[in-house]
């Protein structure tokens, strides 16, 4: 009888490592990436010819930056409800580097659900005759 509460502590033990303790900087890097993905970041893209040293293109603003099929996609926000797309390649001697201009308040300790009405009901167009 006295084994069994042993035995528990210890299977609870064992699950520890499995459980996802974050860190305050995973928790901050989060809410980071996150704001920068809802355009609430102010920020950078630089694309650099490590040959001659030359900046070939800068965009800043409310920006999201992802890679897709091995190019960068970049999208910015133009106006409250303004978008504009830019994919953009890497060559072997031109690399990119992404700036964050401004600071983020982040909280490890808040957290927000971003619900979109709009990604979840789709737009229906009604036709009458």
Not at 32 to 48: G, I, P, Q, T, W
Not at 74 to 82: E, F, L, M
Request: glycine share 4%.
């Amino acid at each position: 009888m006295k084994l069994l509460p042993i035995l528990l502590i210890a299977c609870l033990l064992s699950l520890l490592p499995c459980c996802n303790i974050n860190s305050e900087s995973q928790v901050a890097a989060y809410n980071v990436s996150a704001a920068a993905h809802n355009f609430k970041v102010l920020r950078r893209v630089v694309f650099y010819n490590g040959i001659t040293g030359d900046y070939i293109l800068t965009i800043e603003g409310l920006l999201s930056v992802t890679l897709e099929d091995g190019k960068l996609a970049v999208i910015v926000k133009t106006g409250p409800a303004a978008y504009k797309k830019h994919y953009l390649g890497v060559s072997d001697n031109v690399t990119w580097f992404c700036e964050q201009l401004d600071s983020v308040p982040t909280n490890p300790f808040h957290y927000r659900v971003i619900f979109r009405p709009t990604t979840i009901i789709p737009d229906i167009e009604l036709q009458t005759r």
